[in-house]
């Protein structure tokens, strides 16, 4: 399959993989980091134990991906067996034109929640929580890009988490 078709179908899909279309360069873009909240992890957890949060997103009723964070309680870095950081998949880009749709559902398939976001939404860094009754966009200070490795990326949840922490006080920036 040639980069061309590929790109053409992905963009039906709202995600971009190459970048010679210029239709790519016409579609909003947002940026969501999935974190979890304090109340996400079991009772019983410890604040060295790695919990694994599974997540399904489903974009515009068609496109599925899976979304994995491994975090701990204390919020210091997951490590893997071999002491690396632990694997994430929690950084998304969205694509769209006038607005983007997507459900959330949890590791059993259960629907948590529908997001959806608009044109004026464009453009930023949001994050998100992978809870249900939670506010769900969060607008952050990160770049419209993704991480570089799985240190970053739990960097990218620390700061949502943070950010999440930090709002509490003032609801406004949550919607």
Known sequence: MTCRLLSALLLTLGLTACNDSPESDQLNQVF?????????????TSDEQVVNFKRLLIANG???????????????TPLDDEQN???QYAVFR?????SNTF???DDNQAFLYTQTVFAEDAGQHYCIAIDENEPQLI????EMRFPKDD???????????ELYRNQLSSPETAY
């Open 139 to 142: 607008e952050s200070s990160l």
């Open 32 to 44: 969501l980091t999935f974190y979890p909240l304090q109340s996400s992890f079991p009772e019983e």
């Open 103 to 105: 459900d959330v559902y």
């Open 151 to 161: 240190a970053e990326t739990h960097d990218f949840i620390s700061h949502c988490r």
């Open 85 to 87: 950081p632990a694997y």
């Open 62 to 76: 068609v496109e599925e991906v899976g979304i994995t964070l491994n975090q701990r309680l204390d919020g210091e």
């Open 94 to 98: 969205v694509s769209f034109s006038n």
